[in-house]
């Protein structure tokens, strides 16, 4: 492995373990490590790749194999896979295992009702970060605008929203 | 913990492996557009069976708490209960796999396209489209905190460490962690009641 490889490696274990409440928390860690810290994309490629992971199906942030293969080929989608989902998931495993033990401590609820709203409040700097690259003039406000009021008011499949802005997205100024 | 399987799996049948990998595989290649979680819930409560509503929540609640993906963090969870650690793989495996290969490939395809103007038009307008959603979301799931001046303040005082002072999030974890948990301390007379609020719209990751 040379140094790039271990970096990558690197870079996805550290945000695997400071992902608390889920991956959007943890959106702008990453953009500032892969986009200001190591500059290994810029803030359109970033916001491309985002918008890649949310055409999969599954975890969105499977779009780390896509950064790490822009970095350094199909080593570095392996090692971008294996550094974000392999701590997390190692612990989750382990942690599963005593948190039954703690069933009756108090502070098992206190951790739960605290963490919430750092989660919230992290969500809502990840929802923040990708706007930033992704919100730049008023035909975008109106595209996320629209997208935010259906959800939030109505019950439709998020998955026909996000084409919609697809093809909506053939028409954007650029 | 000397024995292979976690709490809880002892008074369970056991499932077979590809049974757990395939249904598993199944929900990841057909969760589209976010909440993985309601999928899970689909196919692990109503279609499998494997869980009743009460364990899938205990199940939500750990995978909440740590630190990864709620859909990966499930699967290594429900996997583990399920068949101990080959059940955790089998499950880890099916629902990252559908989603990887797929994410991979137009990776690949992006790197060749990286200056098409249609392309870059198509996943603007997706990511501008997942703006929306992430927020829609994040007031879903936040609904509950909005209504307390003390998470109220937690919220604020992230976003403006992390969108506005760019502080590193282990730094914010540091500080605001301790903090939050401390201001939710054990209280003798007045128990905290379980906040299950946004468990059915978390978000998919």
């Known amino acids: 492995m040379n140094d790039t490889n271990w970096t990558v490696l690197g870079v996805f274990s550290l945000l695997s373990v400071l992902a608390v409440g889920g991956g959007t928390a943890v959106l702008p860690e990453m953009k500032a490590l892969t986009v200001t810290s190591h500059q290994w994309l810029t803030d359109d490629q970033f916001r491309n790749i985002y918008g890649l992971g949310q055409i999969a199906p599954g975890p969105n942030m499977l779009m780390v194999i896509v950064i790490g293969y822009h970095v350094a080929g199909l080593p570095g989608a392996a090692l971008a896979f294996a550094g974000f989902f392999g701590p997390a998931s190692v612990l989750a495993f382990a942690a599963s295992r005593v948190w039954n033990r703690f069933e009756g401590s108090p502070w098992r609820l206190s951790v739960q009702r605290g963490l919430a709203p750092l989660a919230v409040g992290l969500m809502a700097a990840g929802t923040i970060a990708i706007a930033r690259t992704a919100i730049t003039g008023p035909a975008t406000i109106a595209l996320a605008a629209a997208v935010f009021g259906i959800l939030y008011f109505t019950r439709t499949n998020p998955a026909l929203l996000i084409l919609a802005g697809g093809v909506a997205g053939l028409f954007l100024p650029h | 913990m000397s024995d292979a399987q976690a709490p809880g799996a002892s008074s369970r049948a056991p499932v077979a492996l590809p049974d757990i990998f395939f249904t598993f595989l199944l929900i990841g290649a057909t969760s ?174």
């Open chain 2, 32 to 205: 589209f557009g976010g909440g993985v979680v309601a999928y899970l819930r689909n196919g692990l409560v109503v279609s499998k069976q494997w869980f009743d509503e009460e364990e899938f929540l205990s199940l939500l609640e750990i995978s909440q708490a740590l630190p990864g993906l709620n859909a990966t963090n499930m699967a290594v969870v429900a996997g583990d209960r399920l068949r101990g650690p080959a059940g955790a793989a089998a499950a880890f495996a099916g629902i990252t796999l559908p989603g990887s290969l797929l994410v991979f490939v137009l990776g690949v395809l992006y790197a060749a396209n990286h200056s098409n103007p249609e392309v870059n038009g198509v996943l603007h307008g997706v990511a501008a489209a997942s703006v929306g959603l992430l927020a829609a979301v994040t007031l879903q799931v936040g609904h509950r905190q909005f209504e307390h001046l003390r998470d109220i303040a937690i919220i604020a005082a992230v976003i403006i460490m992390v969108s506005v002072l760019h502080l590193p999030l282990p730094l914010v974890l540091l500080i605001v962690a301790p903090i939050a948990i401390f201001l939710y301390r054990p209280h003798p007379e007045r128990p905290l009641a379980p906040d299950r609020s946004g468990h059915d719209n978390k978000p998919a990751d």
